[in-house]
C-alpha cells in the first residue's frame, strides 16, 4: 500500500524569512498540484467520549429567544398577580365600606329611627360579626313584593360575606343546604336590646294589624284563653302571602299548597294573608283554612329570609328563596327514576290541596251535585270520564315545534280516545256494569272539556266533548254582543256621531291585560293597560273585584270536577296542568298513568324553574 506523505522543508528555510516564505508559495503549489484530494470523511464510529453534537446555530437562537420570551411572561405574570391581588382586596374593601352605610355599619346599635327594612350587622355580641333582619314596625304590612324580593337578596349577600369571613369557603359552600343553620343569623329576639324594642312594638301592633284569614277572632280567642295567656304566640309559623303581580291563579294555588305542606313538614303554624290579593277576600272564594291553636306573630316579625328565622313570610316573591335550588337539591330523590324524583314534592303538595282546596257555598254544593250526575250517567254503567283541559291566552307550550303556537287540538282528542279503549275494559274487575265491548264502552263514557277559551267548545274536533261545569263560564264577544248589545244607529253623514266601545270578550284565552282591565273603564279598550304598578293604586273598585271572583271561580269550578275524573289530559307548561296531577293523586295519575301529558316528553313538577330544553 502506497502511502502519500508530506515531504521536509529545505534546511534554509527555517533560517531565512524570505527564503522561507518564497519557497513556502511554490511549495504549496506544488503539492497542491502532486498530492491528490483527500477522501471525504466518514461518520466516526468510535465514541466521542459523551460530547453532544453541536446544534446549528438557527436552533441555538431560536432557544435563547424562547427562554427570554418565557421569562417576560412570567415576569408580567407575577406584576399582574400581585396588582389584581391588591385591586381586589382594595375592591372589597371599598364594597363592604359601601355594603355598610348608616344601615348596615359595622359598629351597628339599634336604630329605633330607621324606617328601611334592610340586613344588619350587629357588633354588641361577642365573637364573630352576626347579622339580623330588621322591619321596622311602623310600615304597612305585608310589604311590596319588590321589597321583599330586594331584602332577601341583600340578606342573602351580607350572610354570605360572614359566613365567608367566618367559616372559610369551603364550610360556608357546606352550609348551602336546605336545612343547615347560618351560625351568623340573629333571630329576633337573641339579643337583648333587639328583642325589647321590639317586643314592646309588638305588643302595639297586635291590636291594630288586620287579621289574617285563618286567625282566631277575639271572641274565640277569649274563649279558649288566648288573648290573655303568656306564651300563646306561636313557636314557630310561617305566613303565605297572597298579593301577587301575576293575573292567573295557579300559581298562586301551587305556592299557596307547598307552603302549606312544607309548614305542617316543620312543625309551622300556618297562617294565610289576604290583605292585597287582586282577587279579594280569600273567603269569598274557599272555605276558611284550619286554625292554629296560637295567635301569629307580630307583622314585622315574619321574615323573609332566612329559612330557618322562627316566623317565616312567603310569597310570590320570595318562592325562588324557600323552594329554590336548595330546596330541590333537599327533596328531591336522585336515586328514584325521574318520574319518581318528585315525589316528596308531590306529597307537600297534595297536603296543602287536602287542606285547603275547599270551596266556598255556592261552588261546592255544584260540585258535589255534578260530580253526582256524573256519577249516575257515566260511571254507574261503567264508563269513564275522561276530562280535557286546554289551555290557550299567553300561555304556550314547552314542546319546540308548538312554542309559538298551540298544542294541535287532535293532540288531545286521541290521548281521551285512547284511554277510554283501553281503559274501560279495566273497570270490570271493580265493577258489575262494566262494558262488554269497545264500541260499549265509548257510547257510554264520557269527556269533558274545560278551557279558558270559549271558542274552543264550538271547534269541529271537539264535538264529542261537554263542558265541565255550566254554572260560570267565560263568554266570547258574540255572545256578549247577543246578551248585551252596545251597538246603536250610526248615520254615516253625521260625523259627530258619539262612539260606543264594544263588548270584549275572552275570545284567545286568558291575558292578563283583559284581567286587570275587568271593571275599570280607565283602564283603556281592548288592549287594557295591564298592571303597571306592582301594588294596584287606587285598590280595584267593588265591580272589578266581583267580576274577578268570578273569573276565578269558574276557573276553581273547571279544576274541581277536572280533577274528579277518571283520567285527565293535559300540557303540564300550563300550572294548571300540575295542579290537575295533584288533585288525582300520586298513585292514581302518575304511577297509574291517569294523567297524561301531551306537551312534550317532560314529567311532573311544582315549580317552571325546574324545566331545562332538551
Known amino acids: 500500500m502506497t502511502t502519500i506523505r508530506r515531504a521536509p522543508p529545505p534546511d534554509g528555510a527555517l533560517l531565512s524569512p524570505s527564503f522561507s516564505s518564497a519557497f513556502s508559495a511554490r511549495y504549496n503549489m506544488h503539492q497542491m498540484l502532486e498530492s491528490p484530494m483527500p477522501s471525504p470523511a466518514l461518520p466516526s464510529i468510535v465514541p466521542r467520549h459523551g460530547k453532544k453534537p453541536p446544534k446549528p446555530p438557527y436552533l441555538r437562537r431560536a432557544l435563547r429567544w424562547i427562554l427570554s420570551m418565557l421569562k417576560w411572561v412570567c415576569g408580567l405574570g407575577l406584576v399582574y398577580w400581585l396588582l389584581l391581588t391588591w385591586g381586589w382586596k382594595v375592591q372589597r ?52 313584593p319588590s321589597v321583599y324580593a330586594d331584602v332577601c337578596q341583600r340578606s342573602h349577600s351580607l350572610s354570605t360575606r360572614l359566613r365567608q369571613s367566618t367559616l372559610g369557603s369551603a364550610k360556608s359552600q357546606e352550609s348551602q343546604s336546605y336545612y343547615a343553620r347560618d351560625p351568623t343569623f340573629v333571630d329576633i329576639g337573641e339579643t337583648t336590646e333587639y328583642g325589647q324594642v321590639h317586643a314592646v312594638k309588638a305588643n302595639e301592633g297586635l291590636a291594630s294589624q288586620k287579621p289574617l284569614v285563618n286567625e ?25 302571602v297572597l298579593e301577587t303581580t301575576d293575573a292567573g291563579l295557579g300559581k298562586t294555588l301551587m305556592g299557596l299548597w307547598l307552603s302549606y305542606g312544607l309548614a305542617e313538614k316543620e312543625g309551622r303554624a300556618f297562617f294565610v294573608d289576604d290583605s292585597h290579593w287582586s282577587y279579594g277576600r280569600y273567603t269569598d272564594l274557599f272555605k276558611p283554612p284550619p286554625q292554629p291553636s296560637c295567635h301569629p306573630p307580630a307583622l314585622n316579625h315574619r321574615l323573609p329570609y332566612p329559612h330557618q328565622a322562627r316566623h317565616l313570610l312567603v ?94 287540538l287532535e293532540t288531545y282528542t ?41 271558542d274552543i ?60 282591565g275587568l271593571g275599570n273603564p280607565s283602564a283603556g279598550s281592548v ?72 306537551d312534550g316528553k317532560y314529567g311532573w313538577r311544582a315549580l317552571e324553574e325546574e324545566r331545562s330544553r332538551r
Open 93 to 144: 374593601s371599598e364594597e363592604h365600606r359601601m355594603s355598610f352605610p348608616n344601615d348596615f355599619d359595622r359598629s351597628y346599635e339599634v336604630d329605633r329611627s330607621s324606617d328601611r327594612p334592610a340586613p344588619r350587622v350587629i357588633s354588641d355580641m361577642p365573637g364573630a360579626p352576626r347579622w339580623m333582619l330588621f322591619l321596622p314596625p311602623q310600615l304597612a304590612y305585608p310589604l311590596k
Open 216 to 240: 282566631h277572632s277575639k271572641e274565640t280567642k277569649t274563649k279558649i284563653g288566648l288573648a290573655s295567656e303568656e306564651g300563646t304566640l306561636c313557636e314557630k309559623s310561617l305566613t303565605y
Open 315 to 408: 310569597s310570590s316573591a320570595t318562592m325562588g328563596w324557600t323552594f329554590g335550588h336548595a330546596f330541590l337539591r333537599h327533596f328531591q330523590e336522585a336515586r328514584k327514576d325521574k318520574p319518581d324524583m318528585q315525589e316528596s314534592i308531590f306529597a307537600l303538595a297534595r297536603k296543602g290541596y287536602n287542606a285547603l282546596f275547599d270551596l266556598a257555598e255556592p261552588d261546592s254544593a255544584y260540585s258535589s251535585a255534578r260530580l253526582s250526575e256524573l256519577d249516575m250517567q257515566v260511571r254507574s254503567k261503567g264508563g269513564l270520564v275522561v276530562g280535557i283541559h286546554i289551555r290557550r291566552g299567553d300561555r304556550h307550550p314547552w314542546e319546540v315545534q308548538y312554542e309559538h303556537s298551540y298544542t294541535p
Open 414 to 454: 286521541k290521548a281521551a280516545d285512547s284511554f277510554i279503549s283501553h281503559g274501560s275494559y279495566h273497570q270490570s274487575k271493580h265493577h258489575p256494569a262494566a262494558p262488554t265491548s269497545e264500541k260499549k264502552g265509548k257510547c257510554i263514557s264520557q269527556i269533558i272539556l274545560a278551557s279558558d277559551d270559549p
Open 457 to 516: 267548545y264550538s271547534m269541529h274536533e271537539l264535538s264529542n266533548t261537554s263542558r265541565a261545569q255550566s254554572q260560570i263560564s267565560l263568554a266570547n264577544k258574540a255572545a256578549l254582543d247577543a246578551a248585551l248589545p252596545t251597538s246603536v244607529p250610526h248615520d254615516p253623514n253625521n260625523i259627530f256621531s258619539k262612539f260606543v266601545e264594544g263588548n270584549v270578550g275572552w275570545e284567545g284565552g286568558f291575558f292578563p291585560s283583559i284581567y286587570w
Open 527 to 598: 288592549a287594557a293597560r295591564g298592571l303597571r304598578e306592582e301594588r294596584e293604586d287606587p285598590p280595584p273598585s267593588e265591580l272589578s273585584l266581583k267580576l274577578r271572583q268570578l273569573v276565578a271561580r269558574a276557573y276553581l269550578l273547571d279544576l274541581n270536577i277536572l280533577g274528579q275524573s277518571d283520567a285527565v289530559v293535559c300540557g303540564v307548561s300550563s300550572v294548571s296542568c300540575r295542579l290537575l296531577a295533584v288533585m288525582m293523586g300520586w298513585e292514581k295519575g302518575i304511577l297509574g298513568g291517569r294523567w297524561k301529558n301531551v
